[in-house]
């Protein structure tokens, strides 16, 4: 319209300079509306109209408010849009940006290969073999109801029983929250091929390979007795799972429980790789974008001689069966370094009920166990040390300068102080007795006079007892690689009148100086200081681990023997009470370790603790006597006597290492 108008007009100011003559007379008629909008405020009119001075203009109908509120409009609504613009792109752009990566791309963590635990001589403890398991990734199955539901009902239709509860575990906040989460393993390897095909159709399910412990035991043809070295992984709990994320523990992580598993699970563990990947809209891989390898985990190697492990528990066994007794323990160490060559609580128990998660029912059936299975009888049974606590006793009294090697008194079938009466274990004594008799003999009179005096005769008293016997290691743990070792107990009067509200009587040390009454030691207690005897008075922290090989240095690290304590008594009564043990087995309570290719040096204990009960059973030696080799100790809970039982497991153990170990 508008350019009909001027096209006109400009051909009549071409042919006439009087422009306001000819728009008068020109037949176009305008009109203002101003009430309309700008193209509607124009319509024709009459020339009569037209000649009306007051309607002769061309103008726009819209007021200025009207003009200045619409640039106001155009002024905040593009400041808005820019507003906008600027917070979603430079405020919260990192966090859109995750996010989206988070769709598009994620990190996955890919865990090291577990190191293998080996005996001394490299033969192998534990293996790890391929498990097959399905992982749902959270962010994918809660995306929406329908997702689920056909998740759920794929899973139900293969046979497995998922608890979904694990997934609403992970917070969405959570970086957990991307990444798979194991609801099922176990899959044997046809299943596990057919779900794998199967889940391109699940969003968010991945059928994957994860590692599972095999330990050796009797089933695969060795031992069940390293289940209390070895120990067992289980599943990461919540609660160490909060305490270990930081440090990059992964919700599906296996870690270390117990045993030489939990001890070195920083060595064992490795170190964890990284692939980014990059996902469709299902959480389906496309592709790998960067990886970082991973670092597999250190391998560990034992003290422990498998050979010697396997048959120590055979003749345990053996000599169990044959008197019909149920529990024992046993050690044997290297008196020269503190290492344990064998180490045997009875009974075990299987710890691969434990790789990768126990029935409930398995679980069940070993806590509910009279005997005890699980239990560690080594380092966390604390049992009255009978008789084997006389050396330590001698040795004391002789450092003291109570009694020289020469001293000697009367052994008539015991003493009596007051209304009591403290017996031998041989009826009528054994007469005339020594230091080395009493040791050779277990003479209780003897020890009674030592330890808590008679008439004339001083004695240690309760406070130097225990003082020695905390120089040789108890109340105290040896410091063993192993998680759980027990103090045991040194009484003394103020103990007593604390825990039980009774004073400390003549008896009492009496008792204490034959290994009875209240103190309580571990079998691991009775061979480490058996060994300060034997080595000449050196007592080591026993260990577990020989060496280490070390994946980021390619090399094998050595453990060192660390000195607990040396010199504890002047080394010639080491040396005296040393002889003393020697005679137990020439013509003492040990006569039936004379039958050995060596000559061996013992100790043994017969340890009362109820009345209804049967006396535990106690034997410690070492052997060969003048370069010793091997410490052996044994307890039999309910054993009876310690020359019993207890004495034929360490015979028939020496016989066997020197005539065909060796």
């Known amino acids: 319209m508008w350019f009909r108008i001027f096209k006109k007009l400009n051909k009549k100011i071409k042919r006439n300079s009087n422009f306001d003559t000819i728009f008068i007379n020109e037949k176009i008629k305008l009109h203002s509306n101003e009430s309309a909008w700008v193209e509607e405020s124009f319509i024709c009119k009459t020339d009569e109209e037209l000649s009306s001075t007051s309607q002769n ?23 808005l849009l820019f507003s906008r613009a600027a917070y979603l792109q430079v405020v919260k752009g990192d966090y859109y940006s995750d996010v989206s990566n988070d769709n598009r791309i994620r990190i996955y963590n890919i865990p090291a290969p577990r190191g293998i635990i080996y005996d001394r001589n490299g033969v192998e403890l534990v293996k790890n073999i391929p498990s097959f398991a399905v992982y749902i990734t959270p962010s994918d199955y809660w995306k929406n109801d329908e997702n689920q539901k056909l998740i759920q009902g794929w899973l139900t239709k293969n046979g497995l029983e998922v608890d979904f509860m694990e997934l609403e575990k992970v917070d969405s906040s959570r970086k957990e929250y991307f990444e798979p989460v194991v609801v099922f393993d176990g899959l044997d390897y046809e299943q ?164 990768g998660g126990i029935k409930n029912e398995d679980y069940s059936t070993l806590i509910n166990d009279k005997d005890l299975p699980m239990f560690n009888r080594v380092i966390s049974g604390e049992y009255p040390s009978g008789s084997v606590i006389k050396p330590v006793i001698a040795s004391a009294a002789l450092n003291e300068g109570i009694v020289s090697e020469h001293t000697s008194f009367l052994s008539a079938g015991g003493v009596r102080i007051g209304e009591w009466f403290y017996p031998d274990w041989q009826a009528g004594g054994h007469g005339i007795t020594d230091v080395r008799k009493a040791l050779a003999q277990s003479v209780n009179t003897y020890f009674y006079i030592v330890g808590g005096g008679y008439g004339q005769q001083e004695g240690l008293g309760a406070n130097r007892i225990k003082e020695y016997c905390s120089r040789f290691g108890l109340s105290q743990q040896t410091g063993i690689d192993l998680p759980g070792e027990r103090n045991g107990l040194l009484p003394d009067p103020e103990w007593k009148e604390k825990v039980k509200n009774e004073k400390w009587y003549i008896g009492d040390t009496y ?81 039936l370790l004379n039958s050995l290719p060596v000559t061996a040096a013992g100790k043994t204990g017969t340890a009362q603790w109820g009345l209804d009960n049967d006396p535990h059973a106690w034997f410690t030696s070492f052997a060969p006597y003048d370069n010793p080799e091997l410490v052996v100790t044994v307890l039999v809970e309910e054993g009876e006597e310690g020359s019993k039982i207890s004495t034929w497991i360490a015979n028939d153990f020496y016989n066997w290492y020197f005539r065909q170990y060796k």
Do not use: W
């Not at 203009?57 to 106001?72: A, D, E, K, M, Q």
């Not at 009454?517 to 260990?543: H, I, R």
């Open 57 to 79: 203009y061309l103008g726009v109908g819209l007021p200025n408010s009207r003009f200045i509120f619409l640039l106001i409009c155009l002024f905040v609504g593009t400041g």
């Open 192 to 355: 596990a091929m057919r779900l794998r095909i199967e889940s391109s159709d699940y969003p968010g399910v991945l059928i994957d390979v994860r590692a599972k412990r095999e330990y050796l035991n009797k089933d695969n043809g060795l031992i069940e007795s390293l289940s209390h070295i070895l120990g067992y992984e289980g599943n990461i709990s919540e609660k160490e799972y909060d305490k270990l994320r930081e440090s990059g523990y992964l919700l599906n992580d296996n870690i270390g429980k117990i045993g030489i598993e939990k001890q070195y699970e920083t060595e064992l563990r490795g170190k964890y790789g990284k692939e980014q990947i990059e996902v469709n809209a299902s959480g389906k891989a496309i592709k790998i974008l960067a990886k970082q390898e991973v670092v597999k985990g250190d391998a560990v190697y034992l003290s422990i001689d498998l050979e010697m492990q396997a048959k120590l528990e055979q003749i345990i066994e053996e000599y169990l069966i044959k008197y019909n007794k149920r529990k024992a323990a046993a050690i044997v160490m290297d008196p020269n370094t503190g290492e344990i060559l064998s180490m045997i609580s009875y009974p075990g128990y299987d710890n691969n009920l434990f790789a």
């Open 511 to 591: 008792h204490y100086a034959i290994g009875q009454g209240d103190v309580l030691v571990t079998p691991l207690q009775v061979a480490n200081y058996t060994s300060a005897f034997a080595n000449g008075g050196t007592l080591y922290q026993t260990k577990l681990v020989d060496r280490i090989f070390d994946q980021d240095s390619d090399q094998e690290v050595e453990t060192t023997s660390t000195v607990l304590n040396e010199n504890m008594v002047d080394p010639y009564n080491i040396q005296v009470v040393r002889q003393g043990m020697r005679q137990a087995v020439t013509s003492g309570s040990g006569r």
